[in-house]
């Protein structure tokens, strides 16, 4: 139990076009999930909060306008990155929390590889 | 949020046990510790959980001194694919957003 999925596992895209990335939570409802960034040999940075129903809460220095976070539903968020350039190539991962277990781990999704050409 | 301090990188045979310490020098009265285990291109997975004293499950144990200002992953009889990046976070309670550290890489020698 408590999986969740990313689509696609990987993406190529040209400088200027729009990619989307979903979050699934497979088998639990997620009223909350997370978006993160990750760069080669780095760690994971905390992107933005995504909430079912309402707007997501960025982080700093993350600009929304353009990494857009709709969470329409309660086992589906998704990431668009708007007019995509090559330093928007990274890893980018998303979890959630299933809040009906016990204990407070939180599940990732596998990734989703973007490189910008 | 209380920052952790962890080695960059450990290396270690097979078979061996591997203990990793993470320094949480500003914890707080109601954060718990949590490691999480990542492979190369795959999201993070969660290892194990702890408040105080000892945690052990399948996969670790998680020892944490009465002061809780650090806390040490012991992984039993380390095998080639323990080899990955594993993070100590500290967490508060009822808080839903991880932050990252830097890690410790694990390399796992035959």
């Known amino acids: 139990g408590a999986v969740v999925s990313q689509h696609p596992s990987r993406v190529i895209c040209k400088s200027g076009t729009s990619v989307k990335i979903e979050c699934r939570s497979l088998d639990f409802q997620a009223t909350t999930m997370f978006w993160y960034r990750q760069f080669p040999k780095k760690s994971l940075m905390l992107m933005a909060t995504s909430n079912e129903g309402s707007k997501a809460t960025y982080e700093q220095g993350v600009e929304k306008d353009k990494f857009l976070i709709n969470h329409a539903s309660l086992t589906l968020s998704t990431l668009t990155v708007t007019s995509a350039h090559p330093e928007d190539s990274s890893f980018y991962i998303c979890s959630a929390r299933d809040v009906t277990r016990v204990g407070n781990e939180q599940f990732f999704g596998p990734g989703t590889r973007l490189t910008v050409l | ?110």
């Not at chain 2, 490691?35 to 969660?46: E, H, M, N």
């Not at chain 2, 052990?56 to 001194?65: G, M, Q, R, W």
Request: glycine share 6%; proline share 5%; hydrophobic share 35%.
């Open chain 2, 1 to 110: 949020l209380a920052k952790t301090t962890q080695p960059i990188s450990m290396d270690s045979y097979e078979g061996q046990e591997v203990n990793i310490t993470c320094s949480h020098n500003n914890i707080a009265t109601n954060d718990y510790i949590t490691w999480y285990q990542q492979f190369p291109s795959q999201g993070p997975r969660f290892i194990i959980q702890g408040y105080k004293t000892k945690v052990t499950n399948e996969v670790a144990s998680l020892f944490i001194p009465a002061d809780r200002k650090s806390s040490t992953l012991s992984l039993p009889r380390v095998s080639l694919s323990d080899t990955a990046v594993y993070y100590c976070l500290v967490v508060q309670t009822g808080a839903n957003n991880l932050f990252f550290g830097t890690g410790t890489r694990l390399t796992v020698i035959p």
